[in-house]
């Protein structure tokens, strides 16, 4: 009698991981609390047009009358200096946060895993190279290069996130680099070498897959300082430009104007506070599930 897998049968330890998983995330109240602040912002950046009270505040639109009012039921969180709704750039400028920190590490963390990966695998100058330009460029604080390539392109997104993204790699090769020395001794690594797997093969599919949980974790917890930073080149000037919507660039508006309408610099400062927060709470919420240990 020949044996039959019943295919629902084979899918029930898959399944049943996953939902130990989601019981142990849900069992941590601060990693729920950052995943329902980042679906949130994500889904009131995504439909901002519709759920804004103003939508055309987002554009280049002038009211005088109605300037400089506190936050009230017409204006949740009060007007700017030239009488827009503040509450409604907030959410349209949630879209050019996640944008940028969506395009950065969706550039950063691909390049540096891969680099990771082939310094780590490799040893001779393959490994020297790479991990010394690593070291290099490790020494270069974030965001002394990004003022730096910003000042001298011209003021938008495309070249804030590319200011951002010249360094942000190099974090997820040390990581990457340190699993994979870790992982290129294991026994499974000897055998698939044994039985004559390309290098590609091990390195994407033998050690790439027992990476995941840390870069996941990792770029998670870089989402939220991302985004910092991309708020900080908006706020000295070097970020995206007046009259899109931008949380940083409105920071420093509303700076001007400060204590007696706080409201145009702390609603948006506000903004940026909480998205930042629910990154890193979601990131150590993975951290936690995965057990993922500090690599340095």
Known sequence: MSDVVNPKAAELPRLSNAY?????????PTAVIGAVIVVLAILAAIFAPYITPYPQHAGAVVNFRFRHLPPS??????????????FTRVIFG??????????????AVPFGTIMGLIAGYFDGWTETIIMRLTDVALAIPPL?????????????????????????WTWHTRLVYSMTRQIRSQEFIEAAETLGASKFHILFREIL??????????TSLDCGFVILVGASLSFLGLGIQPPTPDLGTMVAAGSAFLPEHWWESMMPGFAILVLALGFNLLGDGLRDLYDVQEVK
């Open 73 to 86: 039921g017409t204006f949740w969180f009060g007007t700017d200096d030239v009488g827009r709704d503040i």
């Open 209 to 218: 897959p027992n990476c995941i949980s840390a870069i996941a974790v990792k």
């Open 144 to 168: 002394v290069m990004a003022l730096a390539v910003a000042a001298v392109l011209s003021p938008d997104l495309t070249h804030s996130m590319l200011a951002i993204a010249a360094l942000w």
């Open 20 to 28: 130990q998983n989601w019981y142990r995330f849900s069992r941590n």
């Open 94 to 107: 949630l879209r050019v946060s996640l944008t940028l920190a969506l395009v950065v590490l969706g550039t």
